[in-house]
């Protein structure tokens, strides 16, 4: 029983990082063709016509609610591993490093 509780904690604890982005981010909020907005739910991003799963979050030193996590991610028929920063931007947004890239998004409402 221990062990059972033990081990649901610390997913959760995994999980809470990841939890701490909920929400739908983009330069559009109302999908066109292929510009789509991005869509994180608990540990999972959802792009256009790809989606990663977030794991083994580290908080970054001295940025505040900036976190690193490892990306396993799949889409139109690949699979990849990658890295990616999460931060909270100053007005309710999200900024998001990816691939030598950094992007503020606004919150879709």
Known sequence: MKKT????LAVLMMAAPAAA??????ETCVPD???VPMIIEGDLITFYESRC???NPVNVRDMEGAVLFDLQC?????????RAM??????????FVWRGFASMLPRCE
Do not use: K, N
């Open 5 to 8: 509780v033990s081990t649901a």
């Open 21 to 26: 982005f909920d929400g739908v981010y983009g």
């Open 33 to 35: 063709g292929d510009i």
């Open 53 to 55: 799963r977030m794991t």
């Open 74 to 82: 799949e889409g139109e028929g690949e699979t990849w591993v990658d």
């Open 86 to 95: 999460l931060q909270p931007s100053w007005d309710g947004g999200l900024i």
